[in-house]
């Protein structure tokens, strides 16, 4: 990723999913927001890719997300969701955040349109 701030232009709620008890014995889980930061979002667009092709028949569309490194991002796990504060869509985190080559960064692979 290019240096600098104002590549992260959206924001994003980073939610985690909690289980609960119901009361009544079962269990219920449903997401909960924990922080909200700046991001951005490059959609991957290789037509040659089978992932991509699949995707976009099913009408998903897959995309890196990328976030700054700090305390709070590192928590982010592939069972977190986001939310686009923006447009309200929901990106299903599909991979664990890899630190990005120059340190600053983490990077995810994200997918809007299917369910958690």
Known sequence: MNSG???LDRRLQFQVRVE????HGNTVSD???QFTMAASRVFLKSRNSE?????????????TV?????????????DWR???TRDGTVWNIREEPQQSSDRGYLEFLCESGVAA
Do not use: E, H, S, W
């Open 31 to 33: 997401f909960y927001p």
């Open 51 to 63: 992932t991509v092709m699949a995707a976009r028949l099913t009408a998903k569309a897959l995309a």
């Open 82 to 84: 986001a939310i686009d």
């Open 20 to 23: 609960m008890d119901d009361g």
């Open 5 to 7: 701030a104002g590549r």
């Open 66 to 78: 990328t976030v700054r490194n700090c305390t709070a991002a590192r928590q982010i796990t592939a």
